[in-house]
């Protein structure tokens, strides 16, 4: 059966979007990424990078993820509050 197939076979009211972020090898990353495109629609993916050693160097780079946390917070409270 294809992947069309299956997702028309659900009701639209029981599909919903996620989000997972893991750490794995770029072998097992890409596995893992061509069984969900077999089996889901996928959306987006993309590879996260290590920023640690920025965030732990450069105050501007915190401001910057602080900023962005504060703002993902606001958009989730407004989806929650406004989505009806």
């Known amino acids: ?3 069309q197939n299956n997702i028309k076979m659900i ?3 029981d599909i919903g979007t996620f989000n997972i ?3 794995t090898t770029l072998g ?3 596995q893992i990424l061509n069984v969900l495109k077999q089996n889901v629609d996928v959306i987006s993916d993309s590879v996260v ?3 640690k050693e920025l965030y732990n160097n450069d105050d501007y780079f915190k401001k910057l993820v602080k900023a962005e946390k504060e703002a993902r917070i606001n958009k989730l409270n407004y989806i929650n ?3 009806v």
Do not use: A, I
Request: net charge positive.
């Open 49 to 51: 990078p290590d920023t």
């Open 11 to 13: 009701n639209k009211e």
């Open 28 to 30: 097992h990353y890409n």
């Open 81 to 83: 509050k406004h989505n």
């Open 1 to 3: 059966m294809s992947k």
């Open 21 to 23: 972020t893991f750490k």
